[in-house]
Nanobody, 125 residues
């Protein structure tokens, strides 16, 4: 079993930057890839970014491409999502996810085995 805990969310201003963290514990040695998703009020959960650990391939949604960076600290195992030039439409609950089944980037939530509880990001003008 793997346990994921996000942190770093909060209230920020349009144009600010934010780094979300996701602490992973448990059977992390089985994990092969991670991703970030978000869910805005009244909307479905959507893909934000994905990262395959072996090889380092990444993929981003069009909505954050050029403004986001997904990464992983190989020593601590902490997952990160850096978001720059934040927009009001970035307001959502952000979830980190990890999978032991996929060795290529995937944007599908169903491919991820483990999920965090989410962290709220609110972008205000």
């Amino acid at each position: 079993q793997v346990h994921l805990v996000e942190s770093g969310g909060g209230l920020v201003q349009i144009g600010d930057s934010l780094r979300l963290s996701c602490a992973a514990s448990g059977r992390t040695w089985d994990l092969k890839a991670s991703g970030w998703f978000r869910q805005a009020p009244g909307k479905e959960r959507e893909f934000v970014a994905a990262h395959v650990w072996l090889g380092g391939d990444t993929e981003y949604s069009d909505s954050v491409k050029g403004r986001a960076t997904i990464s992983r600290d190989h020593v601590t195992g902490t997952l990160y999502l850096q978001l720059d030039t934040l927009k009001s439409e970035d307001t959502a609950v952000y979830y980190c996810a990890a999978t032991s089944r996929r060795t290529s980037v995937t944007t599908s939530a169903s491919d991820y085995d483990y999920w965090g509880q989410g962290t709220q990001v609110t972008v205000s003008s």
